[in-house]
């Protein structure tokens, strides 16, 4: 059964697990045999630009020593053959119409949703 993965909210568990737990389950499920795709909404469409850097995080005397690296790791799933797509009005909102996104990651208007949506069995929302 082919899954979409719908990501909407953004570094949920990064300071504790050092990564994204959907993303982390995704490639996890992918590497086991399931049929996953995701899709980035929301803030999490931040998550398709390479340029991040949590290295500086922290808050009161407490450093993060393992940031997040959040767009390896998205990445990572295109690397194993899980189609990453985001919604282009959403990173428009956040300003990122003309800031380099990780290579492969595909826009969607929000006008192409249903058509998404509709290639899946199963759709999951985070």
Not at 85 to 98: F, I, P, T
Not at 99 to 104: M, N, Y
Not at 105 to 116: D, K, W
Request: glycine share 8%; proline share 5%.
């Amino acid at each position: 059964m082919k899954t979409l993965q719908i990501i909407k909210t953004a570094y949920r568990a990064t300071i504790e697990e050092q990564d994204d737990t959907v993303v982390w389950i995704t490639r996890a499920m992918r590497g086991a045999g399931a049929e996953l795709d995701v899709l980035l909404t929301s803030d999490a469409v931040s998550y398709a630009v390479p340029a991040q850097d949590a290295s500086g995080l922290a808050f009161g005397s407490w450093r993060q020593t393992q940031p997040p690296r959040i767009a390896a790791d998205i990445a990572a799933l295109l690397e194993k053959g899980v189609g990453v797509y985001y919604v282009a009005e959403h990173a428009n909102d956040r300003g990122l119409d003309d800031v380099p996104l990780i290579k492969g990651v595909q826009p969607l208007r929000r006008a192409e949703l249903p058509m998404l949506l509709g290639r899946y069995e199963r759709v999951w929302q985070w």
